[in-house]
Each structure stands twice: as structure tokens, then as C-alpha cells.
């Protein structure tokens, strides 16, 4: 097998993981503050895609404007349903979690399907981005290489926000202990929907990343979901930097299994989470164990 | 002047009634304690004049303005600061970080951090560490640290000396007195009736579940049947 084209599936498998990267840092986030396991998530993408599609198609903005408005509209979506049903769950026994979110996740994707049918759209890679970029040992198509460089300032932007800002200094000691930021004066119930929002729109841009990649269809969001709580999981439940370095493992392991064993594409995942859990079972760098 | 009142307070966690009718009363400037057995209620006072833990029944009043109900971030911007028996300090914060916390809540501060680190240096030379780094002494000093910062008017203090070497007892104790002596108003619950007695003016006995007996701190000295009846010392 020819070195260029192990190389391109390295990038494919750092594309993919790039994606499971957003979508799991949202989750995981959501889940060490919170301590709400949302299973909505993956209806969150879905709809950063569909926003992607109806912003460019019908209100015929370029692909920048859907990178920074879809987002910000997921995020708002986020902290409405935060607010209105999410924050009932704080005080309720966890099978309520998985009810709500579980339901919410339904109602998403059934409105989407009533409203845009359940067939999916077409979404093009932006002009400005299609074609490839000469890498000096191979070409690699520039709206992948795109992907790469969002997720890594996007990563590194989020790092340096939750670890030098004010604001990331509250979401810490939210995580912490938010008792005790509420005794301290802080409005901890804003700090939530914050909180979420920004869960919520990490995932809408994930979204509006793939949708130029992947079909943008009612399901796609259900299809992620799963192999996004096994890179949570892996990473370890609430830590960013295990979120980033399992989505990166995890898009390597499925994208080399489908170049080298295609039928062991879809457990082989699992087996490694399986591993990872029986060695770490608090994942990389998690706090708590999941099964705690 | 008073400045915190409680009347007739019930608490209760789920079934359990804890407090049964808690009324006391503390005016500005006063350093007074909360004193009573293992599992009386002194936390649960706490945690309830803090609104972590809202009344079933009665009336909070701090400052002439009633304060039951609301949120514990809504009492504390009116300036009541919460030094738990845990210490509450934030692991994964920096000293720093710990410091600047609760202070943008009331519009003016406190203490600057000079001021602060001058009277704490220990606090100074771990500025950057983190609080899961701390000893147990280092905690309570961050703890009471970062309330003086955010300038409020009332410290509810829950056992500051618990599982502290003798040394650190005594410098918690000399911090105490000078933060009375800078205006500052402490309702303190101790375990350590010998320390209470050294830096109280007046004490409150929890016991059953309400205040059965208030008393100037030299009555208390005096009366150790009270002692021994409420307390069992
Ligand atoms: N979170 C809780 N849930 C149920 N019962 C509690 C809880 N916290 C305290 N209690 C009970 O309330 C009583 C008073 O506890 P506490 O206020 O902590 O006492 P103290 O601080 O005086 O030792 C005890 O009997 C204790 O078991
Ligand atoms: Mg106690």
C-alpha cells in the first residue's frame, strides 16, 4: 500500500475525528457541570446542518455567515430548552435524564423531517473552499483541511477560555462545586444555560462543518450520537483534553478499520472502549467513572 | 442594631425535621456563636439562613429586609458571606482565582488583594497554586480570605478550627479578632468551647432543635451546668 495513501486516510481519519471532537467536548462539558448526560446532542448537529442548509439555500448567505450564525442560533436554541425543561432535571433521579433528553432528541428530528421532509438536502463544499492544496508529498482537498484548522483554534480558543477568562473561571468552579458559587453570589442558574448553550452550539457548528461532507438528513444526528458517548466516555466524562485526544483515536480507529477490515468497522470501536474501560474505567482523564 | 434575625425557623430534610422553631437575633458588629452537640442543627442553620436549604416556616430578616426564599446568590449580593464546615474552596481555581470570586457580586469590594496577601502570606506565596493543593489551615485562611474580599456585612462560620493543629487554632483566632475589630459581624459555630470562650462575645445553645439559651460569654464561663447539660463538656 502506497504511503500517499495511508497518509490520506491518516487526514480522513483526523477529519472525522475532528468532528467527534466538537460534539464530544459539548457533551462532555455539559455533563461535568450539569451533570446531565444529553442525549439531544446529536439532534443539536442535525440541526446546525439543517440551519447551514436553510441560511445558504434560502437566504443565500456564504458559507462564513453559516459558520458564525447557525451556531449562535443552536446556541440559542440550547438555552431555551435549557431553561424551560433541561433545569427541571437538576433535582429529579437520572432516568429522568434519559427520558427528557431522549424525547427532546425525537421531537427535533420529527419536526425537521415535517418541515424539510425525510429524504435530506444537498449541500455543496463553499467555492472558495473546493479543490485540493499541494502538501508537497501529496494533495488534500482544501475544505478538509478547513475542518482540521476551525477545530484546532476552535480547541485551543476553548482552552484558553475555560482556563484564563473570568467567565471560564466560573464555569470551573461550577463544575466544582456550584453550591458553593451560588452561596458566593454567583447566578448559577444563568451559568447553567450558559453553560449549555455553548454545549449546544459546539455541536450546531460540528454540524455546519459535516454538512458539506455528509448528507444532511434528519437521522445524521442519531447516527453520530452513539460513537460520540463512546469518545466522552473513553476521554473521560467532563475532561476537555480527553475528549479532544479520544475523538482524534476514535476517527482513526474507524476510519483504518474501513480501509484494512471493512466488517469490523463498526464494533471495533466498541472493543477498544471496552480495553480502555477495563484498564481505565475513568477513561484517559476522567474524574468520575461513568458507571459511578 | 440588628442585623440578622431569625424567627420561629423549621428546617427539615425530606421527612427529618431538623430545626423546630429557631429564633435568635444578632446585632452589627457582634462576634456570637452557635454552640451544640454533634448533628443539634448548627449546619443546618447555617445552610438555612443561606438559603441553600429553605425555611419550611418562620422569618429570616438581614438588615431589615426578609430573606427567606430567596436564592443563596440573591443573599449573598446583599452581604452574607459562607465559610462551610467543608470550606468550600474551588479545587480546580488558583488562590487567585479563588479570591476574586464572589467579589464583582456587590458593586464595591472589600479588602484588596494586597491587603489580603499582607495579612495572609502564606496565601501570597501559594497565589498560583490551585485549591486542590491547599492544607487544611491554607483552606480556612482562603476561605475567610475570600470573604473579606467581597466586603459583606455577615460571616456565617462553621467550624474553622475543626481538624487544625493547635498552632493554626490560634492564628484563626487572631484573624477573628481582627476582623471583629475591622466591623465586620461573625456568627461562628464551634465544637471548641474553650476557643469559642476565647473570642466570643455571646453564645446561642442549639439544642432540640431550637435555641434554648442566650448568654453574655462570661454567664457562659460561669454556668457549667448549662455546659454540661447542653453540651456535655
Ligand atoms: N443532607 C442531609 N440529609 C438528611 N439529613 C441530614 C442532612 N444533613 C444533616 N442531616 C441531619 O440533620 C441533623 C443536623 O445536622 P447538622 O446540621 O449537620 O448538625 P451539626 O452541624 O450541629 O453537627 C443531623 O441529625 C443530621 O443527620
Ligand atoms: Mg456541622
Redesign the pocket.
Known amino acids: 500500500m502506497e504511503p500517499v495513501f495511508l497518509f490520506s486516510q491518516f487526514f480522513n481519519g483526523l477529519v472525522l475525528g475532528c468532528i467527534y471532537v466538537l460534539l464530544s467536548l459539548g457533551l462532555t462539558v455539559v455533563f461535568g457541570t450539569l451533570g446531565v448526560v444529553n442525549f439531544a446532542h446529536g439532534a443539536l448537529y442535525m440541526l446546525g446542518a439543517y440551519a447551514a442548509y436553510t441560511v445558504a439555500t434560502h437566504l443565500h448567505l456564504n458559507f462564513l455567515a453559516c459558520l458564525i450564525l447557525c451556531p449562535v442560533i443552536v446556541a440559542g436554541i440550547g438555552m431555551v430548552l435549557e431553561k424551560c425543561l433541561i433545569s427541571k432535571l437538576y433535582k429529579l433521579p437520572h432516568y429522568y435524564n434519559l427520558l427528557l433528553t431522549f424525547g427532546i432528541m425525537f421531537i427535533i428530528q420529527d419536526a425537521i423531517k415535517i418541515i424539510f421532509g425525510p429524504e435530506g438536502e444537498p449541500f455543496n463544499i463553499p467555492d472558495l473552499l473546493q479543490g485540493a492544496v499541494n502538501l508537497g508529498f501529496m494533495y488534500y482537498p482544501k475544505y478538509r483541511l478547513f475542518i482540521l484548522v476551525v477545530t484546532a483554534l476552535l480547541s485551543g480558543g476553548l482552552w484558553l477560555f475555560i482556563e484564563k477568562t473570568r467567565l471560564g473561571a466560573i464555569i470551573r468552579a461550577g463544575t466544582d462545586n456550584a453550591e458553593m458559587a451560588d452561596a458566593l453570589g454567583t447566578n448559577i442558574s444563568w451559568t447553567f444555560t450558559l453553560i449549555f448553550g455553548l454545549g449546544a452550539g459546539l455541536s450546531g457548528l460540528a454540524g455546519v462543518l459535516a454538512a458539506p461532507i455528509q448528507n444532511v438528513q434528519p437521522a445524521m444526528g442519531m447516527d453520530i450520537l452513539v460513537q460520540t458517548f463512546v469518545v466522552v466516555i473513553i476521554g473521560g466524562m467532563g475532561s476537555i483534553g480527553g475528549s479532544i485526544l479520544a475523538g482524534l483515536v476514535i476517527g482513526q480507529i474507524l476510519t483504518f478499520s474501513i480501509v484494512f477490515w471493512p466488517p469490523g468497522s463498526t464494533t471495533l470501536i466498541y472493543a477498544f472502549m471496552a480495553l480502555v474501560l477495563v484498564t481505565r474505567p475513568r477513561g484517559f482523564f476522567g474524574r468520575v467513572s461513568f458507571f459511578e | 442594631m440588628t442585623l440578622l434575625q431569625l424567627e420561629n425557623v423549621h428546617a427539615a430534610y425530606d421527612e427529618s425535621q431538623v430545626l423546630s422553631g429557631v429564633s435568635l437575633e444578632i446585632a452589627k458588629g457582634e462576634l456570637v456563636t452557635l454552640l451544640g452537640r454533634n448533628g443539634a442543627g ?2 443546618t442553620t447555617l445552610r438555612t439562613i443561606m438559603g441553600l436549604l429553605p425555611p419550611r416556616s418562620g422569618r429570616i430578616s438581614f438588615n431589615g429586609q426578609a430573606i427567606n426564599g430567596l436564592a443563596p446568590n440573591r443573599i449573598a449580593k446583599l452581604g452574607v458571606g459562607y465559610v462551610p ?1 467543608e470550606r468550600g474552596i474551588f479545587p480546580s481555581l488558583t488562590v487567585s482565582e479563588n479570591l476574586m470570586f464572589p467579589s464583582w457580586g456587590r458593586g464595591e469590594t472589600g479588602w484588596s488583594l494586597e491587603r489580603i496577601f499582607h495579612f495572609f502570606p502564606r496565601l501570597h506565596e501559594r497565589a498560583s497554586h490551585k485549591g486542590s493543593q491547599l492544607s487544611g489551615g491554607e483552606q480556612q485562611m482562603l476561605a475567610i480570605a475570600r470573604i473579606l474580599r467581597a466586603k459583606m456585612d455577615l460571616l456565617l462560620l ?2 474553622p478550627t475543626e481538624g487544625l493543629a493547635p498552632l493554626l487554632v490560634e492564628t484563626i483566632g487572631t484573624i477573628l479578632k481582627e476582623i471583629k475589630g475591622s466591623g465586620l459581624t461573625v456568627l461562628l ?1 464551634e465544637q471548641n468551647t474553650r476557643f469559642a470562650c476565647q473570642i466570643a462575645e455571646r453564645h446561642n445553645i442549639l439544642y432540640g432543635g431550637k435555641i434554648v439559651h442566650t448568654c453574655s460569654n462570661d454567664e457562659f464561663m460561669r454556668d457549667t451546668e448549662i455546659q454540661h447539660k447542653y453540651l456535655g463538656v
Do not use: A
Open positions: 448548627k449546619t464546615e462553621d467550624e459555630v
